[in-house]
């Protein structure tokens, strides 16, 4: 088509390209004219990746034409977050822009993140607790664990103990060496402070009863802290540096990563607890500003205490040796049997 001037021509080239550009990326109101376009043939990808995976290729728009389709969508968020793809790497087998890209990942959190969050990352009941405590102590001898730590910076910017200074985490008893706690305890190093809720082992053991308590410790807490290994070599997202992601965006990937994990475990049958259930977290709070700042000073003592942490950690040392006992006194019986 022949045009009366250059400058017309180029006009109408340009709002040719800036259509163009909308009806494949999207509307755009920061869209420069300036910019180099690049043409993407999404019809050939989305062919090439049907005949890959899928079976059937879908019913073309109300325009007569197919954009980015669902299928490209997907793929692509998985391939960033299955093998740590970067947005930018997928133009040319799926043909599509890395903002496309990048957004897509976003969404498909989102919607893990809103659809599945109560069902599988809601806060643990106390049956589920003591069903924790029961398939831990089979393994490792220590009753009562809830979990593992080993950075203090965690410490000082988690709110792990929010839950229980605001007496809102369900009171979980169990008994060691014949003395009764309340709450669980967490396994850490020695860099941790002597907390109540901390248990560690010995540095330099002195005897052999602390020698295999410091071994049994390090077991149970490794264990622990390899399952943020299994997450990472199931999502490679993880594994890769946080990009330009806003902290939002961080928190939902990882979020839904612990989330899609959770749900690929409760199909292979290995979950402890139920999923079908709504988590109501428990309130036993005072009527007054004044008695809910005097308990959680109560609270906070408790958690600090550096007596309740030496008792513990005696309790269970005895606790262990004694099961050891048990275990060699009915070794030494099959024997004699034998």
Excluded at 39 to 64: M, N, Q, S, T, V
Excluded at 279 to 288: D, F, G, I, L
Aim: aromatic fraction near 10%; include cysteine.
């Amino acid at each position: 088509m022949a045009y009366s001037s250059s400058s017309d021509e180029y006009t109408m080239l340009a709002l040719e390209m800036l259509e163009a550009d909308q009806s494949d990326e999207g509307d755009s109101s920061n869209v420069r004219l300036t910019r180099r376009y690049i043409r993407r043939d999404h019809h050939e990808a989305h062919d090439r990746l049907i005949r890959d995976y899928f079976a059937e290729r879908p019913k073309p728009d109300c325009r007569g034409e197919l954009g980015i389709s669902t299928h490209l969508k997907i793929t692509a968020t998985l391939h960033q977050l299955a093998y740590g793809y970067a947005p930018d790497e997928l133009d040319e087998y799926l043909q599509m822009s890395e903002r496309v890209a990048r957004e897509s990942l976003q969404n498909f959190m989102k919607c893990i993140v809103v659809l599945y969050s109560n069902d599988y990352m809601r806060e643990p009941t106390r049956e589920d607790m003591e069903r924790l405590y029961e398939v831990h102590e089979e393994n490792h001898d220590f009753p009562g664990m809830l979990g593992s730590n080993n950075d203090i910076n965690v410490l000082n910017t988690s709110s792990l103990f929010e839950s229980m200074l605001n007496d809102n985490f369900p009171d979980i008893p169990y008994v060691i060496n014949g003395v009764e706690y309340k709450r669980g305890y967490y396994l850490a190093d020695e860099i941790y402070p002597q907390w109540a809720s901390f248990v560690k082992a010995y540095s330099s053991a002195a005897n052999p009863k602390s020698k295999y308590f410091s071994r049994k410790q390090s077991k149970a807490r490794k264990d622990v802290e390899r399952t943020f290994g299994i997450l990472q070599g199931r999502w490679h997202i993880l594994q890769q540096p946080a990009r330009a992601y806003s902290l939002k965006a961080i928190q939902r990937i990882m979020y839904a990563c612990i989330i899609m994990h959770n749900m690929i475990v409760g199909d292979n049958g290995f979950n402890i607890s139920e999923n079908n259930w709504v988590y109501e977290p428990v309130q036993n709070m005072q009527t007054t500003w004044y008695d809910r700042c005097e308990e959680y000073k109560a609270r906070t003592k408790e958690l600090h205490d550096r007596e309740v942490h030496e008792r513990l950690r005696g309790d269970l040392i005895e606790h262990v040796w004694a099961i050891r006992a048990q275990e060699e006194e009915e070794e030494d019986e099959d024997e004699g049997e034998e």
